[in-house]
């Protein structure tokens, strides 16, 4: 299934040109039943998906005595991070997984789906000169 790119709001690039990204619009429910559409940047750079911690208080998530690691790459230096799951749904696709992910407390990271498991998953195509990306379902191993 092909997506648009979404601009960044307020960000632009070196040429003045406003930044687009590949977004995923998720959907995630908590034990109540109560569900989210949240936004993912599908970022091949990340190994993991990342996550900002607020998310597991809502999806009840403790992460008190999940395994603890700093990473690299988001922010000014390491950032100290929870493991876990992640779980949500693809509207668009009308598929669900779970993810391993990394939760982390800081204003540098909404949601970052990762290589680890999701690009496994999925072939992903990205044509930015087009303002498209294209997800499908990968063949089972």
Do not use: C
């Not at 091949?44 to 998530?61: H, K």
């Not at 395994?67 to 790459?73: A, D, L, S, Y």
Request: glycine share 6%; net charge positive.
């Amino acid at each position: 299934m092909k997506f648009k790119y979404t601009v960044a709001a307020g960000l632009m690039d070196t040429r003045g040109k406003m930044v687009k990204r590949p977004i995923l619009e998720l959907e995630i429910e908590n034990a109540q039943g109560r569900k989210l559409i949240v936004p993912a940047v599908i970022d091949s750079g990340a190994d993991t998906t990342t996550l900002n911690a607020q998310y597991a208080g809502f999806l009840g998530i403790d992460l008190s005595n999940a395994k603890e690691r700093e990473i690299i790459g988001i922010g000014e230096k390491r950032v100290a991070t929870r493991a876990s799951t992640f779980s949500f749904r693809i509207p668009k696709m009308n598929m669900t997984m779970e993810v391993p992910a990394w939760y982390v407390d800081t204003k540098h990271v909404n949601i970052l789906l990762g290589q680890e498991v999701f690009f496994d998953s999925f072939r992903l195509k990205f044509e930015k000169d087009h303002d498209t990306f294209e997800i499908t379902p990968a063949p089972k191993r």
